[in-house]
């Protein structure tokens, strides 16, 4: 859901210190490995990634600074991952009960992204951009709903998160997993790294 790239060494934001940064080459190189791992176990799944802030650094980079580049092979994220299709919004079962939108950012932010992001849109929201990991459901007449945020991939505490400045985050390493059923999403449900051990439905996986 997002941000499967850092690119830090591409920000805009300046190097904090002297932060230890990978090239672009090894983090592409990282991203592949990755997702060749989710290919392998995903069968006949189809493959498809929302893109986060971070990713759009690859193109955004090479844009304002190569700009004689664009379209040439190896100027999109897309060409390193040709399996996996991308967009900003994912529509699941979009006009129906369950129309679930899986996107990167949420509609609003803050503490109550994920409450907020759901009462907007108006259908099941899911979005990763705060790397919190919980499930806030919402309901009106039309029935119940679900806002998610599905954490992130990475070590909370990893060096990536320099800018944090060792503070106390509200993040959490895991993702979740939606279940529809006739349509309709079911109660999303968590998977969550602790200590290093990842558990869903109460047993270590």
Not at 34 to 46: F, K, L, V
Not at 121 to 150: A, E, I, M
Not at 162 to 174: C, K, V
């Amino acid at each position: 859901n997002g941000d499967i790239l850092d690119g830090a060494r591409i920000s805009r934001h300046a190097r904090i210190m002297w932060e230890q940064q990978p090239t672009l080459k090894d983090e592409v190189a990282a991203v592949q490995d990755r997702c060749a791992e989710i290919e392998r176990a995903a069968g006949s799944a189809q493959l498809i990634r929302s893109i986060g802030n971070h990713d759009a650094r690859f193109e955004t980079y090479l844009s304002a600074n190569a700009p004689d580049f664009e379209e040439m092979t190896g100027s999109t994220l897309l060409d390193y991952l040709p399996r996996w299709r991308a967009s900003y919004a994912i529509h699941i079962n979009p006009a129906q009960p369950g129309w679930t939108t899986v996107r990167h950012r949420p509609v609003s932010g803050g503490i109550h992204a994920a409450y907020n992001s759901t009462l907007r849109s108006g259908v099941n929201y899911v979005h990763g951009h705060l790397h919190k990991l919980q499930v806030t459901p919402w309901g009106d007449y039309r029935g119940r709903r679900f806002g998610v945020d599905t954490g992130t991939m990475a070590e909370p505490q990893g060096p990536q998160f320099t800018y944090s400045e060792a503070g106390p985050l509200n993040w959490a390493s895991g993702f979740a997993v939606l279940t529809f059923h006739k349509g309709a999403l079911l109660e999303p449900e968590l998977c969550v790294v602790t200590g290093g051990t990842a558990y869903f439905r109460g047993k270590s996986i």
